[in-house]
């Protein structure tokens, strides 16, 4: 099962921050926190990803709380090619190499970004 | 640099029938990962392959395998085809070292009838 809860939609105005948020109460020490999206019929693009200090990209922003319980993805100026489904998985990253771990996908927040 | 890279994007197949499908990863890298898609299970994992050897499997019957190659290209096949194999097949790809970021392919689509 998947480790974390998000809403299972949003509506966002086009040219506004989009919040999308995740609780992840029970994640662990060694695992990160990772964002990807799925716009429909495509593959799940990978968007961000973080241990516990916040990180931003070009594409956005992830800011995880102190206790790690909880983040928050920002898209900071929602466009309509971001309406989408965002997936926020926890992942233990390996202290080896040879396996890149399975995600564990839940159902994600559907993003709809209006004019 | 080109992505992860999977054929056929779409095909349709009648019970009872088998499938492969095939990925090439990003060049370089050296894991790959297959998941199904459907509207009732969502995203599911199905195996991993990397070295030629499978390091994980989901919970899935024996009738989905997969292999890879020394090139790190892979196949998954399902054989004895079922109507709910209809799904959107993803394979995923990734370096292998620990941290690295795992990236998607579009996916193949399966219809079974």
């Known amino acids: 099962d998947a480790k974390t809860t998000q809403p299972p939609s949003m509506d966002c105005a086009e040219g506004r921050a989009a919040n999308l948020p995740c609780n992840h109460s029970?994640?662990?020490?060694?695992?990160?926190v990772y964002w990807y999206r799925q716009i429909h019929s495509q593959g799940p693009q990978y968007i961000i990803h973080?241990?516990?200090n916040n990180e931003t990209n070009e594409m956005a922003s992830l800011i995880i709380t102190e206790d790690r319980k909880s983040s928050t993805l920002i898209l900071p100026h929602a466009t309509l090619r971001d309406t989408a489904v965002y997936y926020c998985?926890?992942?233990?990253?390996?202290?080896?190499?040879?396996?890149?771990?399975?995600?564990?996908f839940g159902k994600g927040t559907k993003l709809s970004v209006k004019p | 640099k080109a992505g992860v890279t999977q054929t056929p994007r779409y095909l349709i197949k009648t019970r009872g029938q088998q499938v492969t499908l095939s990925c090439s990863p990003i060049?370089?890298?050296?894991?790959v990962s297959w998941y199904q898609q459907t509207p009732g299970q969502g995203l599911q994992f199905l195996f991993e392959?990397?070295?030629?050897?499978?390091?994980n499997k989901g919970n899935f019957p024996g009738r989905f395998s997969g292999r890879q190659f020394s090139n790190s290209r892979s196949e998954m096949n399902v054989s004895t085809l079922e109507l709910g194999d209809s799904a959107l097949y993803l394979c995923?790809?990734?370096?292998?070292?620990?941290?690295?970021?795992?990236?998607f392919g579009e996916g193949s689509w399966l219809t079974v009838v």
């Open positions: 029970t994640i662990s020490g060694n695992e990160y």
């Open positions: 060049s370089g890298h050296r894991s």
């Open positions: 995923a790809s990734s370096i292998g070292t620990p941290g690295n970021t795992i990236y």
């Open positions: 392959y990397f070295s030629e050897t499978q390091r």
């Open positions: 998985i926890v992942r233990v990253v390996m202290n080896y190499g040879g396996s890149q771990g399975n995600l564990i």
């Open positions: 973080g241990l516990k």
